[in-house]
């Protein structure tokens, strides 16, 4: 899920951002000047994206961990005490399950980042085909993010 919000959010401003830099030939002037538009503009974002998707996994992770316990203990009607949860916790999520879970992220990350630098850096027209290649960009990582999630848990089970 966290990964469909990324490429949601900042897919959809990174395919806008250096599709318009395309549109507007600021890659061209980037080749004019001996500069290598994918080194200087996917290479920082794919870094960031190393970065940031397992950061952002984890944090959400440990909120939806508090905030379920904290459910867990204050409904009467589940009235399961923090001790019981995180008992239950400890021996049902092994450590695999997280390195797991940060895998994907990681392979996630990347993929959305590769899907929309590379559909921003093939767009071509005006400010409509900017709009049209955001959608194009958010739609394929989706798609990316459901097909890698099959496999990565197909071959990690």
Request: aromatic share 8%; with cysteine; hydrophobic share 55%.
């Amino acid at each position: 899920m966290t990964a469909l919000l990324v490429a949601g959010r900042v897919g959809s401003a990174i395919a806008a951002e250096v599709g318009a830099m395309n549109v507007y030939e600021e890659s061209d002037a980037l080749n004019t000047l001996n500069i290598n538009p994918v080194r200087y503009l996917v290479m920082p974002r794919l870094v960031a994206a190393l970065i940031a998707v397992p950061a952002l996994c984890i944090y959400v992770n440990v909120i939806g961990l508090v905030g379920g316990a904290i459910v867990a203990a204050v409904n009467p009607k589940i009235d399961v005490s923090l001790r019981l949860f995180r008992l239950n916790f400890q021996e049902i999520v092994k450590f695999s399950d997280v390195m797991d879970s940060l895998l994907k992220a990681v392979v996630f990350g990347v993929a959305v980042c590769i899907t929309c630098c590379f559909v921003g850096l093939r767009t071509t027209g005006g400010p409509e085909e900017i709009g049209r290649a955001v959608t194009r960009a958010v739609v394929l990582s989706f798609m990316f993010i459901f097909v890698l999630n099959y496999l990565i848990t197909r071959i990690t089970m």
